[in-house]
Nanobody, 127 residues
């Protein structure tokens, strides 16, 4: 059972930057597609960014394109989400997700496609 632990959330001013990390418990981390999602109360979980297990393919939600960057670091089983030019609308709980796949370039965008989830980390953006 893969376990995911997010970190790096907190309070940030609009226009600032924040870096989220997700650490996976499985040392065969390279076989997992990874994604970041976010959710606010009363709304559906929203796709933020995804990265293939090979690292060559990435995808971003429209609202974060050009501002957020997803990356993965196999040596320490982590996936990072670099958030720049943060906006008030980015306030949410951010979740890390994973799914094992045999295809190195696959990127997944729908929550139901992922099998493993972290507990989330809160990001709050102040004016």
């Amino acid at each position: 059972q893969l376990q995911l632990v997010e970190s790096g959330g907190g309070l940030v001013q609009a226009g600032g930057s924040l870096r989220l990390s997700c650490e996976a418990s499985d040392r065969t981390f390279s076989g997992y597609v990874m994604g970041w999602f976010r959710q606010v109360p009363g709304k559906e979980r929203e796709f933020v960014a995804g990265i293939s297990w090979g690292g060559a393919s990435t995808s971003y939600g429209d609202s974060v394109k050009g501002r957020f960057t997803i990356s993965r670091h196999g040596f320490n089983n982590t996936v990072a989400l670099q958030m720049n030019k943060i906006e008030r609308a980015d306030t949410a709980v951010y979740y890390c997700a994973a799914k094992w796949t045999a295809f190195p370039t696959t990127v997944l965008q729908a929550p139901y496609e992922y099998d493993y989830w972290g507990r989330g980390t809160q990001v709050t953006v102040s004016p």
